[in-house]
């Protein structure tokens, strides 16, 4: 189904820089709050996810952490956390990744605290498409990575990519995953997607920290 996001929102986000670079851009260069209006940089401000809609709103540092108080907003929204970890010793393998049903090579799963379940978003012309995973593999995979038992339901997604020969797992904080969907969605061309929406695809990774 089609991503929460609205398509004004995913370009914003295919602007934005990774995590990486959080904080290099022009810092005079100014956003203004979703919750309050007050000005805040570009580069440097937080982001909040309204679990009831999935949505994700800019956020100043004010109401950032107003906001990802349990009684704050009804209690719905959490602060999105920068922590991005590569896992280089995920273990995944091709018969456990087609058990998970994705069509393509490049998806983020997402725990929900509301539902209790996993879901994988991935990218296509249209925008972020989802499945949800069955309970069972989901534990599988749990139990091959006790790293996960460390990821952030809601706001920390498991990143994917399987593209060509590439076999890379990231936790990272969701409002970068919706952002690499931004840049698919914005960059597509065709029925194949076209080169460039590919080396965008392969920069993102590249700007990730190591």
């Not at 580069?43 to 949505?55: M, N, P, Q, Y």
């Not at 605290?113 to 991935?122: E, I, K, L, P, R």
């Not at 914005?186 to 929406?197: I, L, R, S």
């Amino acid at each position: 189904m089609p991503s929460p996001l609205a398509t004004s929102r995913l370009r914003q986000f295919a602007q934005r820089p990774v995590t990486s670079v959080r904080g290099s851009s022009a810092e005079s260069s100014e956003e203004h709050c979703d919750l309050c209006a007050e000005p805040m940089p570009t580069a440097t401000h937080r982001h909040l996810l309204d679990v009831s809609t999935g949505t994700v709103s800019c956020a100043c540092r004010a109401c950032g952490i107003l906001f990802d108080h349990q009684a704050a907003g009804g209690g719905h929204y959490r602060l999105i956390r920068s922590r991005p970890r590569r896992l280089d010793e995920f273990d995944l393998d091709d018969v456990m990744w087609a058990s998970l049903g994705i069509p393509v090579g490049l998806a983020f799963l997402v725990h929900s605290s509301a539902a209790d379940q996993v879901t994988a978003f991935y990218p296509n012309p249209m925008g972020m498409m989802q499945s949800v995973l069955e309970a069972e593999t989901w534990q599988e995979i749990t139990a091959s990575n006790p790293v996960l038992s460390g990821m952030d339901s809601d706001v920390e997604a498991l990143l994917i990519n399987r593209l060509g020969e590439a076999r890379q797992h990231w936790l990272l904080p969701v409002d970068d995953c919706y952002r690499l969907v931004a840049l698919v969605r914005t960059h597509w061309k065709g029925f194949t997607g076209g080169t460039e929406v590919w080396q965008h695809v392969e920069r993102f990774f590249e700007d990730l920290p190591q």
